[in-house]
Structures are given as C-alpha cells and as structure tokens.
C-alpha cells in the first residue's frame, strides 16, 4: 500500500474512533454508567465508564478487515477473533455487575486457549517442549491481558501504551516486509489510529474512561500480535515494546503477592499512581509514558546488529530510568487529578 493509502486507512480509524466514542459518551451519559471515585481511584469527579464500546467493535472490524483481505486467516485465527468478542462482552458485564475474579480469570483462560489456535509455531521457538511453550504462552497472555486491565488507572495511559505497541509493530512489518507480519502491521497501524481517535475524549482530564469493555479485549488482541511476532523469531521485539507495562505490573504484583495482598483487587501502588499521588497530572505522567515508549520503540529497530539482549538490557535501563523519574518527582502542594 502507498504512503496515501497508508494515510487514508489510518484516518478512516481516527475518525471512525472520535465519532463513535462520541456516540458512546453521549449514550453513557443518558444512561449515567458512572465510574465512582472512592479511595483507591485516581479521579475525583465522577466519570462515564465504557469507552471500550467503540472501542473494541472497531478493533474487531479492524482484525476481522484484515484477515478478509490478506486472504490467508485460517479457521484459528476467526476463532480467536470470537474470543476476543466473548471477551469483550465478559468485561462489559463486568463493568455494570461486578463479576468474581474467579469467573472472570476462568472465562479469560478459555478464551486465550481457543485464541492459541491463531499461532502456528512454538512461541519460544523449540527451547522446551511443546506441551511447555503451550502452558508458558497461556499463562503469559493471561497475565497480558491482565496486566494492560491493572495499568488503566489515569487518563490517556491505555491510549499511548496500546498505540505504542501498534507503532513498533507497524514500523516492524516496514522494516522487514514478510508476509507474517504485513497484516500485523496493517492491525498496528490500525490500533494507533483507534487509540488516537479515543484519546481526544480520554486525554486529561477524561471525559470517559475505556473500562474493561476496552481494555480486556485491547490486551487479548496485542497479546496475540506480540506472541505471533515473537513465534516468527523477533521475541526481542515482543518483550522491549510493552516492557513498561510488564515491569510495573508484574513487581507491583510480586510485591502485594508477598505481603499477601488480594492481588486482584484494586490499588493505587503502581509507580504512574505514585507519580500522580505526588501532585503530576495524568496529562504529565501519560506524557512521560508516551516518550519512554518512543525511545523503546527506537531500540527495536536502531542498528540491526545489535544483539538482542543488548536491546531487551537496554530496555530495562529506559523503564528504570523513567521510573525512577516518576519516584523521585518533587511533591507538588496540589495534585490535578
């Protein structure tokens, strides 16, 4: 496709997004489908909750686009798409009647082991077993999907991690132009397109949040774009480009694990939430988020002959550094949440 299609697909997504979010926050508002601040929340007015309603039907179109025109989507892939929807309206259920943890992780099990028909190679490329890649890779998507729900707590956050994720796999598919990842990338552009289209509504201070109608199924599909990539050899990739999210929920998991906190349950431990509870908008946290991201999206692709552990090393380093950054901010007399 030319750089003029390029732009008009991504901009088909952009528009689609704001006018339905739109439509959605309209619709959230009528209905007052609210997310109620209380002592673990990071808002102190109460917001509309949902945006993942157009959200995650135009991230299915977007998918469901792709596999049609690529013409290769085999039977697996159109079934973890259905997961995905399942998944999608689990989490909205979810949101308006409060599911048990233990429903909710059963049901993302059953999804992810349907979604592990759309990969067709072992994951952690013939290490261990196969039996053991399949367990790993369950786990991990779980885990995934999971995760990227925990991280949404301020405004705009979501947007740019997910729209992140969808720029390095974009840029991906253009630097190494193979048939496995050209429709990868096509979905990547799409999600950054969708994610800026929602974040003119999302951005601080939020007129709605994504709920996790929007951030359940986000993290299924990224899950799967990041296995496939990292299934196709480019695991280095799949590891640097959500490497914020993974490291903040998962030693802010292990932590609350050890103290023998319900892990489940909501907090305001993580280190954007710390940032925050120091007196720095959302805006500003989301901001620093969004450069870091950049700066790890770089890494995946500077220098071609730099070994991988040297990039997923010096990954480590950037989110050190910007949460350290975050940590050691200086506290401000009056937080703008």
């Known amino acids: 496709m030319t750089f003029a299609g390029l732009a008009t697909f991504a901009s088909i997504f952009v528009i689609s997004s704001m006018l339905l979010t739109w439509g959605v926050l309209n619709y959230l508002r009528r209905k007052a489908i609210l997310d109620m601040p209380n002592h673990r929340s990071s808002h102190v007015v109460p917001t509309p909750r949902g945006g ?5 039907p135009l ?3 977007l998918v469901a686009g792709v596999f049609v025109f690529s013409g290769d989507a085999m039977v697996g892939d159109w079934l973890m798409l259905v997961a995905c929807g399942g998944l999608g309206l689990l ?28 990969l067709d190679k072992p994951v952690l490329g013939g290490l261990v077993p196969i039996w053991l890649d399949h367990v790993v890779v369950v786990l991990a998507w779980v885990w995934f999907i999971n995760l990227f729900n925990f991280m949404d707590g301020i405004d705009g956050i979501t947007g740019v991690e997910a729209g992140s994720i969808g720029l ?11 048939p496995q990842f050209i429709g990868l990338g096509y979905i990547g552009l799409g999600i950054l397109a969708i994610m800026i289209g929602f974040l003119i509504w999302n951005w601080h201070p939020a007129k709605l949040f994504l709920g996790d109608v929007g951030s359940i199924p986000l993290g299924f ?19 640097i480009l959500p490497s914020y999210y993974l490291f903040d929920a998962t030693f802010t998991l292990i932590k609350r694990a050890v103290r023998r906190e319900k892990i489940w349950q909501a907090h305001r431990e993580h280190f954007y939430q710390k940032a925050t509870q120091r007196g720095f908008s959302h805006a500003k946290v ?8 950049l700066i790890l999206v770089a890494l995946c692709f500077v220098q071609n002959d730099t070994p991988d552990w040297v990039r997923v090393m010096a990954a480590f380093m950037v989110v050190l550094g910007l949460i350290g950054m975050m940590v050691r901010m200086p506290v401000r007399k009056a937080p703008d949440i």
């Open 91 to 118: 989490s909205w259920v979810d949101d308006r009647h409060d599911l048990s943890a233990a429903k909710r992780f059963a049901l993302q099990f059953v999804a992810v082991i349907i979604g592990m028909l759309a």
């Open 286 to 293: 989301s901001a620093m988020i969004l450069v870091g991201n």
């Open 168 to 178: 390095g796999i974009f840029i991906l598919a253009l630097f190494v132009p193979l």
């Open 52 to 56: 993942g309603l157009a959200v995650t």
């Open 221 to 239: 599909v990224l899950g799967w774009m990041l296995l496939k990539i990292a299934a196709e050899g480019a695991w280095a990739i799949a590891l």
């Open 59 to 61: 991230l299915i179109v």
